[in-house]
């Protein structure tokens, strides 16, 4: 069997293997980089389509290239970033258990799935009103001009952010499935986590505005509640299947 002769391997031979998977995994995003940057034209005009009306400046000689960096690595890493889910889960493959091997292969297409889906929300939803208080507000003492810099780190922080954030429904199922927690105890917990949610909403917001930051704690109480509900879903497929009394073959 494959899972005790990994048990076996030696400290060097798990140095060896993390040494090669880290060299694959900075291969791949070189590459999905360097595609990132035959396309970066059209990134671009993805992540400034938002500012459409507002000019975007740079005042030092080096800002443009630092963003257009910045930007095409971070594109490269997203591209790249099931390979690298790929890479971790096949290192500690190994050493989880049957049960836990099956949860975490049923969670990962939808951890892309959630991830997408709240960076679909974050720039269709949330970006533009960010934007449009931030840009409007105040031109009756000054008009905005916006370096693209500053415009770029705030774009991809609500996005990646908010991404994050609709995993949220996922971790709850995976942690039920292993019997961490309860659809209960994260039912108690929900008063905490509604404080949390206006925190975050608080910090991913770089607006002092309170609508766009109920924009974003209102889908973080929404996916906590569906975290609860899913929980309860598995309590009750775990306790079927314990119920199921064992046949001889």
């Known amino acids: 069997m494959a899972a005790p002769e990994q048990n076996k391997m030696t400290l060097i031979g798990h140095l060896q293997e993390l040494r090669n998977r880290l060299l694959r995994s900075v291969l791949v995003v070189v590459i999905t980089t360097i595609i990132s940057f035959l396309f970066a034209n059209q990134i671009f005009h993805i992540l400034t389509k938002p500012a459409a009306g507002y000019p975007l400046i740079y005042i030092d000689m080096t800002e443009m290239f630092s963003v257009y960096m910045q930007v095409c690595i971070a594109t490269g890493i997203a591209l790249a970033m099931p390979y690298l889910v790929y890479q971790v889960i096949m290192y500690i493959f190994p050493a989880l258990t049957k049960p836990e091997r099956k949860y975490i292969l049923i969670a990962i297409p939808w951890i892309f799935l959630m991830f997408i889906g709240g960076v679909v929300f974050s720039y269709f939803i949330l970006v533009p009103p960010g934007l449009q208080f931030l840009f409007t507000f105040g031109t009756g003492i000054a008009n905005p001009q916006i370096r693209i810099g500053s415009y ?12 994050v954030i609709f995993e949220l429904p996922v971790i709850c199922a995976f942690l039920a499935r292993l019997g961490l927690v309860t659809s209960e105890w994260l039912a108690n917990k929900r008063k905490f986590a509604f404080i ?4 975050g909403g608080a910090i991913i917001t770089p607006t002092g505005d309170p609508v766009n930051q109920v924009l974003v704690a209102g889908p973080i109480i929404v996916l906590y509640e569906m975290g609860i509900w899913i929980a309860k879903i598995v309590q009750q497929r775990r306790s079927k299947l314990a119920t199921i009394p064992l046949t001889a073959p």
Do not use: D, K, Q
Not at 153 to 161: N, S, W
Not at 196 to 199: G, K, N, P, R, S
């Open 152 to 163: 770029i780190a705030v774009i991809l922080r609500i996005v990646l952010a908010t991404g």
């Open 196 to 199: 949390l949610a206006f925190i």
